[in-house]
């Protein structure tokens, strides 16, 4: 690190403070997903249609051992929220910034590329702080009733799980070309909902879905939300299966991730 | 090739600077070498450029301008050489550098999504002591559409807007690669303006350009770049006058095709004890140049021996030599 002592806090050329500046960033980042039309559809109109769609209507048919509906679909959308948000808001956003060399010109503020990588992850963390809001007033307003001793743990699989997808998008959004990231990020998000145990848990999926999900990051991120909301508790596997990913994913995009 | 006509010494850009000049520097580029896919972008460049002074660097598309101030500004690693900005390695010191270096990209780099007014604000907030938003925004005419979202606005006002976002934090060094680049005239004066105050401020402002009157107005010392090498380096006078000698060029333009040798021959006969001083090119068909001490009598045997020829000149201006004239001596004339 360097030695150099910096000037006086009023000189020019003098940097705002590390935690201003990754704040600044945080709230910019936010306002971005929030005024954007199409990121708003994704991270909440989307969520919201499927938890009424699958709570009110039985198009999809779920076996939900005899619990209440809403209680059972209620933690399969908050991962779904978790996953439009970390993963495909964010891959397409980075996608277009680093093509539009804004990551570049941020790099060389005194923001620089840490800074950056913070404040996108706390604006990802902050447009699922509105998603949990919106989505869970709609669902109390259908009746759900969360395990109360499960929220926290729910909270820290909401935590790994962005990781887990922030990791994906970032790794997506640095090797391909926005227009590639822009179409496989949404195509990725229809098949994880069909068939990736985002939902539906991987067990009432047909065939060879039900091994493949119980090993996907979305089957263990839906697994692992539903355990902690609907009380069961967090199954060791799903955070196991979590974890890894998440490491696996994490080292993939500092590895292979491209500025420019 | 030309090698380089700067005067040789006190700024030739190839000779080693002396550890106090180098201290003095903003930006020291020694022998800088960058390779893509094995090819060599930058070929061993050397580069100064002091603070309170503006340095242009100057050279045809490709020539690797563009690599070599994103090497200074720590957004690409050397492969060899070494590259000092306010005596630190904009790469492993990039921490400490990069809230006393100002950037303009090349391709902007701004949100698209976001309001101009909302980019120079986010920007500024990444500085304890930004200039004051209203005055820079003013300068530069931004309010007129602070309220745009950067997808909408025009070439120029992008422009305006990077530039506004590189000198925003009062940065000691700036680096501008291609600052007026799509911008309406009174864009680029505003930008020149503006330029030139960071310079009296004390600020080194490096900036690319192919534009050669904008290296000719506003740099203090250029640096000639021509496939990944300084050709060139010194003041606009040094340039233009390497022999200190104040040439003037006679243009003009007549029937394709004349005996160019005889033409400078006339013209020698004209100004006598300088045979052999008038160099007469045709550089684009129809239109010719003569170099050379362009007085009364070389004017006078020009249109004479037009007149012998029974040659009409359509056009016919007497001016001083143009940075124009150096580089395309110095890169040659081929597109590419």
Known sequence: MTTTTPPAPSAPGTAAPAWRRVLAQTGFETRAVLRNGEQLLVTIVLPVLVLIGLTRTSVVEIDTGGLARI??????????ACVSTAFTSQAIATAFDRRNGVLRLLATTPLGRGGLLAGKLLGVLAVELVQVVVIGAVALALGWQPAPGGVLAAAGVGLLGTACFTALALLLAGTLRAEGVLALANLVLVLLVVGGGLLVPPEQLPGPLEHLATFLPSGALGEAMRGALLGTGVPPLALAVLAAWTALLAWAAARFFRWQ | MPTSIAPSGADGAAAPLRPAEAARAAV????????????????????????????????????????????????????????????LDPVADARALRPRVGVMLQDGGLPTGARAGEVLRHVAAMYAAPRDLGELGERLGIGSFARTTVRRLSGGQRQRLSLAAAVVGRPEVVFLDEPSAGMDPQSRHAVWDLVRELRDEGAAVVLTTHLMDEAEDLADRVHVVDHGRVIASGSVPDLL??????????????????????????????????TGAWLVTEPQRGSYVG??????????????WLADHDVLASRLTVGRRTLEDVFLDLTGRHLR
């Open chain 1, 71 to 80: 209680d059972f679909v209620t933690p399969g959308v908050l991962a779904l």
């Open chain 2, 28 to 87: 020291h580029v020694q022998g800088l070498v960058k390779r893509y896919d094995g090819r060599d972008v930058v070929a061993g460049l050397d580069l100064v450029a002091d603070a309170g002074a503006v340095t242009a660097v100057l050279g045809p598309n490709g020539a690797g301008k563009t690599t070599t101030v994103e090497c200074c500004e720590g957004l690409r690693t050397p492969d060899g050489g070494t590259v000092r900005v306010l005596g």
């Open chain 2, 241 to 274: 006058f390497p022999d200190a000698q104040d040439d003037r060029t006679l243009r003009f333009d007549a029937a394709a095709g004349l005996d160019v040798t005889a033409v400078a021959a006339a013209l020698d006969a004209a100004t006598p004890g300088t």
């Open chain 2, 291 to 304: 170099t050379g001490p362009a007085g009364p009598r070389a004017l006078a045997a020009l249109t004479a």
